[in-house]
């Protein structure tokens, strides 16, 4: 296979580049929030991301009848991992979870309703899977929600929704059938401003902002039902390996390596050049060589979207593990490797490689656990790919 980028796709990657050129905005790119910095959370990334939907690059891969382009899913890589080498917000979320499963499974009236505010960048999402009781076993949710006339209504709580606080709509799956764990989820789509709803911050050891969710007598109608009723959780899965994919990109990783590669070229300790430390050497050119493993897996995910149907769930649960884990071990390399001064912060004038060892020392072990943990990839693979039974 293949896996360079053919002189089109390059055309494509040069021209999102000069873009972002021309559009650089410190309050829009920051690459010191690490990987939540794709989340659409200010008045400036909504309107930087208004921009990109402008550029029709929203709907790449979308069909033509719902304004797409019916592209290949390789430029939406593209651009999502321009977009991430820079700190920007991305295109996760709307277009790549909630639109593809909604263009996927949802009715008409749905799609009329939420793809075209999607593709313009009007709406941002919250996803709410997790309860303080359904973490890895997300079908163990219990937010309940019984039949109320032509509708539904929900009652009990989400825990670790990020985005809550800011995004319009909120992507929640509820139990519908008490008796039937994995057939009794429905999916529902839910305008968080309702006043059934409370939202309480959580702040994670990354500095960022994440959620718990209240809901209180809130009635759904039927319009607002993503498929069909007691089918949430296929659902929820399909976009769990979009999401494994989407949302964990691997150009903040790479750039990474090349801020340790660089440090090590660089700097010397006890007045001998670091570069000639053999043991930094090793653990360096290991680094590196995982780092490609990284991207080619991200690009054998891609490949395996454009054959159609569901999307590949082992390929998203490699890519998610192996990155996310070279990605915390990078973390944990950069500080060994930088001394005492790898614990000074982002901004600090003589922190070593800008600060970002220490960030994401404590940022990394969160992309270990959102989207699924580790150990819930290697279940998926095990059961998955190599047909090992799943209990024992
Ligand atoms: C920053 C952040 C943002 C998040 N955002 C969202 C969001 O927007 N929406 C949302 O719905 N959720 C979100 N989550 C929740 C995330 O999906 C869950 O934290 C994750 O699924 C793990 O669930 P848990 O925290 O309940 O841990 P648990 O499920 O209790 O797991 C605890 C530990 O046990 C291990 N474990 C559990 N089951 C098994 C098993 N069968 N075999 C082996 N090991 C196992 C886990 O790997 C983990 O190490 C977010 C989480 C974080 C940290």
Redesign the pocket.
């Known amino acids: 296979m293949d896996f360079d980028l053919s002189p089109e796709q390059n055309a494509f990657r040069d021209e999102v580049e000069r873009f972002l050129d021309d559009h650089d905005d410190p309050e829009v790119f920051d690459v010191t929030r690490e990987n939540m910095a794709q989340i659409v959370d200010t008045p400036r990334r909504r309107d930087f991301m208004k921009l990109i939907a402008e550029k029709g690059w929203l709907g790449i891969t979308w069909p033509l009848e719902w304004g797409g382009q019916e592209g290949d899913g390789v430029y939406e890589y593209i651009l999502n991992e321009a977009l991430a080498r820079r700190g920007g917000p991305q295109i996760g979320k709307g277009v790549g979870i909630i639109g593809k499963t909604i263009l996927a499974h949802g009715s008409d009236r749905l799609k009329r309703e939420f793809l075209p505010k999607i593709l313009n960048n009007e709406i941002e999402f919250?996803?709410?899977?997790?309860e303080p009781d359904?973490?890895?076993?997300?079908a163990s949710m219990k937010l309940r929600a019984t039949r109320d006339g032509e509708g539904w209504r929900l009652n009990g709580q989400?825990t670790?929704?990020?985005?809550a606080h800011f995004a319009e709509w909120y992507w929640v799956g509820a139990r519908t059938d008490p008796d039937n764990k994995h057939r009794g989820i429905t999916l529902f789509l839910v305008p968080l401003d309702h006043p059934g709803i409370t939202i309480r911050g959580i702040w994670?050891m990354?500095d960022?902002r994440?959620n718990e969710v209240f809901f209180d007598d809130v009635w759904v109608s039927d319009d607002y039902v993503v498929g069909e009723v007691n089918r949430g959780f296929q659902y929820i899965s399909e976009a769990l390996d979009l999401e494994r994919f989407s949302m964990f990109t691997f150009s903040p990783i790479e750039q990474r390596l090349d801020l340790l590669c660089e440090f090590v070229r660089t700097e010397t300790r006890d007045d001998a050049p670091l570069r000639a430390d053999p043991v930094v050497r090793r653990q360096v050119a290991q680094l590196v060589t995982q780092g490609e493993v990284a991207r080619v897996l991200g690009l054998r995910f891609v490949a395996a979207s454009m054959t159609g149907g569901a999307p590949p769930t082992a390929e998203a649960s490699e890519y998610k593990l192996y990155a996310t884990e070279l990605s915390k071990r990078l973390a944990n390399a950069s500080m060994d490797i930088a001394g005492a001064g790898a614990q000074l912060r982002v901004k600090t004038e003589e922190a070593p490689m800008k600060g970002r060892a220490e960030s994401t020392y404590r940022y990394t072990v969160?992309d270990t656990?959102?989207?699924?943990?580790?150990?819930?990839q290697k279940?998926i693979i095990a059961r998955r790919k190599l047909g090992l039974p799943k209990n024992f």
């Open positions: 919250a996803v709410g899977y997790s359904a973490g890895s076993d997300a989400k670790w929704t990020t985005s994670t990354g960022e994440t969160i656990i959102g989207g699924g943990a580790s150990e819930i279940n």
